[in-house]
């Protein structure tokens, strides 16, 4: 029947009152039969077919029926494959169901069934988007697109469509502001560039998250189904979106399969960097969780070999990672973390990022807070090697690093119970304090020397005076330059 009546409307200019009435009918009625029979006679939705098509678009329920047979061809790239009940099993081109998504999404009376689906349709879209931009079409899909573009005059590549496709659905949602935020951006075309295609979707997703917060919620939960499965096609991307809405989100609920995806990713030996960076970024978002954050304290071996990348954006959010984790009641770093972690923590006291040295030290405090007590003594060692590039740091014309570096030195000098030092960092007597180091062992002097000698090429001339100062003790007040008189006070 679904044949006759394309066969007959091909003749014709409109559809009659029974044709309407059989076309419902059936597709009420055997909507799986109906959307693959269709597609099979007219993939390139010829006009007999998207006027079939408008025709069910007209019925809310019927379209409530067909969505979810579109939607499984879309998600089957490039070809779907499914029997009718008249035994033919021909593939159908998941673009033609997207095809026939930008038919329906015209007719305003399927609002409400577009709205009920809008998460599965959207997803669905943005693949096609991705892929279409990624792979190399299928020389049979080629020749079919080909086919599209003369049959309705596209001027356009496959992805272009599935962007225009969506651009039409997110109008039909009523979401015209996110399409124009996306436009004055560049954030279309951006998406249609394979290397930026991410960068994108994180746009579309925070410019959907400000106005359509339960279907940037429902698109997450989709998603994260996807991303769940070892081998999506499109991880990059997805994972892109998710990051974006993971606030959007029931942490208590889905907390702990998103925490998964990103442990696989994180741990992954393939991770590019872009890849990496999202997995911190939806990291950070997890630890401010307090249920989040105590389930997390198993990646820290991973994210302790991140604190030596050499992408700078990568270890400041592996240290608001950590931070987050650490700001958390009950819970303690063992014996074998934390000397790895203040290790590594020192080594970034003189990172050429601000912010990064100034994380870098507070959690430095922390590690020496929390450590069990099992571990206070390996940590030792690490905390008194700290004390000279912490004291050469308490110069620094940076107000708030040296606050940092002083108040961290404090702490130092109190968890290694150095009632010395602490009596002169209260009298605020740096050069007493440079004395007090050198006296206390003579057998370390040269190794702190060796600690002074990489400050003397510092940018920052209080550091280096500050470093000199240090190496010869014995100058005294009035043979320092002018400018260096502030460090003797």
């Not at 200019?13 to 029974?18: I, N, Q, S």
């Not at 009376?109 to 998460?119: D, F, G, N, V």
């Not at 302790?304 to 050499?310: C, M």
Request: proline share 4%; charged share 25%; net charge positive.
């Amino acid at each position: 029947m679904v044949k006759s009546i394309h066969q007959r409307l091909t003749s014709q200019v409109t559809l009659d009152a029974r044709m309407r009435t059989d076309i419902l009918r059936l597709a009420g009625e055997y909507p799986a039969d109906v959307v693959l029979t269709l597609l099979r006679c007219a993939p390139t939705c010829d006009r007999a077919a998207a006027m079939m098509w408008r025709v069910i678009g007209l019925s809310g329920p019927t379209v409530e029926k067909v969505l979810p047979i579109l939607l499984c061809v879309m998600e089957d790239w490039p070809l779907h494959s499914m029997c009718t009940s008249d035994g033919d099993n021909e593939d159908v081109f998941a673009l033609s169901a997207t095809l026939v998504i930008w038919v329906m999404v015209q007719v305003p009376e399927c609002q409400k069934a577009m709205i009920l689906y809008s998460s599965c349709l959207f997803v669905a879209l943005l693949f096609h988007v991705v892929i279409t931009t990624q792979q190399m079409p299928p020389e049979e899909v080629d020749n079919f697109w080909r086919a599209c573009r003369e049959e309705h005059r596209f001027a356009s590549k496959a992805n272009r469509f599935a962007v225009q496709t969506m651009k039409s659905l997110l109008f039909r949602l009523q979401c015209d502001n996110v399409v124009m935020a996306m436009e004055r951006k560049r954030g279309w075309d951006t998406l249609l560039c394979a290397d930026t295609q991410h960068y994108a979707v994180g746009l579309l997703a925070r410019e959907m998250r400000h106005v359509l917060i339960p279907l940037c919620s429902r698109i997450a939960l989709h998603l994260l189904r996807l991303l769940s499965t070892q081998e999506s096609r499109w991880d990059l991307p997805a994972l892109a979106f998710l990051v974006e809405v993971l606030e959007c989100l029931d942490l208590t609920q889905y907390g702990l399969s998103v925490l998964k995806i990103l442990r696989r990713h994180l741990e992954s030996r393939c991770t590019c960097r872009d890849r990496r960076r999202l997995v911190l970024r939806g990291l950070v978002v997890l630890s401010k969780d307090p249920w989040m954050a105590r389930k997390m304290c198993g990646l820290s071996q991973s994210l302790l070999e991140l604190l030596g990348d050499a992408d700078g954006e990568v270890v400041d959010m592996t240290l608001r990672v950590f931070t987050n984790v650490l700001q958390k009641k009950d819970i303690l770093i063992s014996s074998t973390t934390a000397p790895k972690l203040a290790e590594a923590l020192l080594e970034l006291f003189g990172n050429d990022n601000g912010h990064v040295q100034l994380l870098s030290m507070r959690l430095f405090c922390k590690v020496m807070e929390l450590v069990v007590d099992e571990g206070k003594n390996s940590l030792k060692r690490i905390v008194n090697k700290s004390l000279l590039p912490l004291l050469i740091y308490c110069h620094y014309e940076n107000w708030q690093l040296e606050k940092a570096s002083r108040e961290t030195l404090f702490r130092a000098a109190k968890f290694l119970k150095r009632t010395d030092l602490e009596k002169l960092l209260k009298k605020e007597q740096p050069l007493k304090l440079a004395k007090c180091l050198l006296a206390e062992d003579r057998s370390r002097a040269a190794e702190h020397l060796r600690q002074a000698l990489p400050y003397l090429r510092s940018l920052q001339e209080p550091l280096r005076a500050a470093a000199v100062r240090f190496m010869a003790p014995q100058v005294q007040m009035q043979d320092a330059k002018p400018s260096c008189s502030n460090l003797e006070n």
